[in-house]
């Protein structure tokens, strides 16, 4: 099955500065790839995703990318403010007929200091 | 619209017990996933249901078990509870396989 590794757990930015997370995903059939937002205590939330037909999506500060052949993508935060402060993940998916089960990467936790 | 609903909030349990926490889905939605989320981890697939059957299945024991109602609404059983099955549970619903909202999770801790 899909196997998506995420980097770092960890991160740190000064208010203003900008934020990015990677991932890795294994299986060369997926081909949609959403960013998931979880603030402490709730529910993840979808902030952007990419299809495999896309190179780029852009929404105000937050972009992603994505590199087919080498199998990666990234989340840029641009201008992060405090409330930027939450946990990310990463996911991929076949959009295969009768199934949309999401594969997610371990997390990044993102601290804005202000 | 109330969104994707789920119940309860938290639960206790006991080693060996039996658990059954329960999902509604987003309205106009008519599949519904389970995941698993352990402290510190994403979360983990453990099945998805659609029309009443399970359409896929995660890397889960037949421990865990599932049901759909006719109203699209799920039940996600797990027995013979371990302690390794602490951990927030989360469902998410979609139309077909279009984009998966998810629910506020139920926080199982198993003593």
């Known amino acids: 099955g899909e196997n998506v590794e995420q980097h770092p757990s960890t991160l740190s930015v000064q208010e203003g500065d900008s934020a990015v997370i990677k991932c890795t995903y294994s299986d060369s059939a997926s081909n949609y790839f959403p960013w998931y937002k979880q603030e402490l205590g709730k529910r993840p939330q979808l902030i952007i995703d990419?299809?495999?037909?896309?190179g780029e999506k852009k929404d105000q500060r937050i972009a992603v990318t994505l590199n087919k052949t080498a199998k990666h993508f990234s989340l840029h935060i641009t201008e992060t403010q405090p409330e930027d402060s939450a946990v990310y993940f990463c996911?991929?998916?076949?959009?295969?007929?009768?199934?949309?089960?999401?594969?997610f990467g371990t997390g990044t936790r993102l601290t804005v200091i202000p | 619209d109330a969104g994707v609903t789920q119940s309860p909030t938290h639960l206790i349990k006991t080693r060996g017990q039996q658990v059954t926490l329960r999902c509604s889905p987003k309205?106009?939605?008519?599949?519904v996933s389970w995941y698993q989320q352990a402290l510190g981890q994403g979360p983990q697939f453990i099945f998805q249901?659609?029309?009443?059957?399970?359409?896929q299945r995660g890397n889960f024991p037949d421990r865990f078990s599932g049901h759909q109602f006719p109203n699209y609404s799920s039940e996600l059983n797990v027995n013979a509870l371990l302690l390794g099955d602490s951990a927030l549970y989360l469902c998410?619903?979609?139309?077909?396989?279009?984009?998966?909202?998810f629910g506020p999770g139920t926080r199982l801790t198993v003593l």
């Open positions: 309205s106009g939605h008519d599949t």
């Open positions: 998410a619903s979609s139309l077909a396989v279009n984009e998966q909202f």
């Open positions: 996911a991929a998916r076949h959009d295969q007929t009768g199934a949309n089960n999401l594969f």
């Open positions: 990419i299809r495999s037909n896309v």
């Open positions: 249901y659609y029309e009443e059957e399970e359409r």
